[in-house]
């Protein structure tokens, strides 16, 4: 029998990465069990269908959020401005850490602070947060709200730093691409905007029972495209092992997904990609599109899919190939795409969750193609500790 440890803890997977893709249904159904109201409805509306465990004092007075965070996380970030601003309407700002130190806002009262990092560690995020502390030490008591940590090490350096934390529940992750973290992450932010949300009134509760509905039923939705994706996307990413760029394009709540779709590729598969909101690429990157360079487009139903859909078109119309993030057995996107990678079919606020993974299989593949180091690319670390 030809086995070692380290086999056995990948647990018959290849790479780490491999696994940890796989793990994300379990980890997106541990949070919503853990932070989900069992059973709540619409007719208990004298309870919050998220129970977070957080002071009442994180949400007293709040007029903003502002978000530091990097990499990955930052990427998350963004869809969680999405949310806070849509479901709860609190106007919210996400901030590179590394810039955020040294070029601030000005500083506002009733302002929460979020810092979000993996690994409760990254130098960037910490400073910044540490930096904030003490600008806010000019502010009266009562004007200084405290800082929210999102993390899924609860004994890190963060967890010292704020206020309070928000556990993502995520595990061990091996591999240094953030895959499992990042989705456990989304799905932090989906539980803060919907308890928000329930605090402040700003949806009704039978919208947000039909969101906790849709949530509950993600994890399913995940193992679907887990059993019908992966054979399909290794035979895809043959077509890409010697491709030197790669556009991403989305709208909306994932235009950060087309990010993450774009640093995936580039950490490990070490192939230039950038994203874009899909209504930017006639404002200059239309330009490097030919037949040598595919795109990968995210299109869902919902107020700008077809939007998406036209955008989709204008690459095509310069010899590019495209290829579809979209709703399984969508006819109107079949006729627009070269390749679909079909998901099921969501509401576009509940999609990011389901999007990201297609463009992590396809980055994972396209690496292992190529022969290289899936779980440890080279010049990274899992953990930035250093500025």
């Not at 350096?157 to 206020?163: D, H, K, P, Q, S």
């Not at 932090?188 to 039978?206: G, K």
């Not at 869902?300 to 057995?329: C, F, H, W």
Request: charged share 20%; net charge negative; aromatic share 8%.
């Amino acid at each position: 029998l030809n086995w070692n440890p380290i086999m056995v803890e990948k647990q018959g997977f290849k790479h780490f990465m491999l696994k940890e893709i796989y793990e994300q249904p379990g980890v997106v159904r541990s949070s919503l069990d853990a932070y989900l109201t069992p059973d709540w409805t619409a007719d208990q509306g004298d309870r919050s269908p998220v129970q977070l465990g957080l002071d009442d004092s994180l949400y007293d007075h709040l007029n903003a959020i502002q978000i530091v965070a990097c990499g990955t996380s930052w990427h998350a970030s963004l869809v969680g401005k999405y949310l806070l601003e849509q479901l709860a309407g609190i106007p919210t700002q996400v901030y590179y850490a590394s810039e955020f130190r040294y070029a601030p806002p000005p500083i506002t009262a009733h302002t929460l602070t979020i810092g979000v990092t993996q690994s409760g560690e990254t130098a960037d995020t910490l400073s910044a947060l540490d930096m904030e502390l003490k600008r806010r030490q000019a502010l009266n008591p009562s004007d200084r709200p405290p800082i929210l940590g999102i993390t899924n090490r609860t004994d890190s350096t963060l967890a010292t730093l704020a206020n309070y934390v928000l556990d993502t529940r995520a595990g061990i992750e091996i591999g240094v691409a953030a895959t499992k973290t990042f989705t456990a992450q989304l799905v932090a932010f989906y539980m803060l905007a919907l308890d928000l949300a329930y605090r402040r009134r700003t949806v009704s509760l039978e919208r947000l029972e039909a969101i906790a509905t849709g949530l509950r039923q993600l994890p399913s939705e995940m193992e679907l495209i887990l059993e019908s994706q992966e054979r399909y996307i290794e035979e895809l990413a043959h077509d890409f092992a010697e491709t030197q760029d790669f556009i991403f394009l989305g709208r909306g709540i994932n235009f950060p997904i087309a990010l993450e779709g774009a640093l995936k590729l580039k950490e490990i598969s070490y192939i230039h990609a950038e994203g874009y909101p899909a209504g930017e690429m006639k404002h200059g990157p239309i330009a490097l599109l030919d037949a040598k360079v595919p795109v990968v487009a995210i299109a869902m139903p919902g107020d700008i899919y077809e939007k998406v859909l036209s955008n989709a078109q204008e690459a095509k119309a310069r010899d590019a190939r495209l290829i579809g993030v979209t709703p399984m057995n969508d006819q109107e996107a079949q006729e627009v795409f070269d390749t679909i990678l079909p998901v099921p079919a969501v509401e576009e606020l509940l999609s990011p969750i389901l999007t990201v993974i297609p463009l992590q299989f396809l980055a994972y593949h396209i690496a292992a193609r190529r022969g290289l180091d899936v779980d440890q690319p080279r010049n990274l670390a899992k953990s930035v500790t250093v500025e």
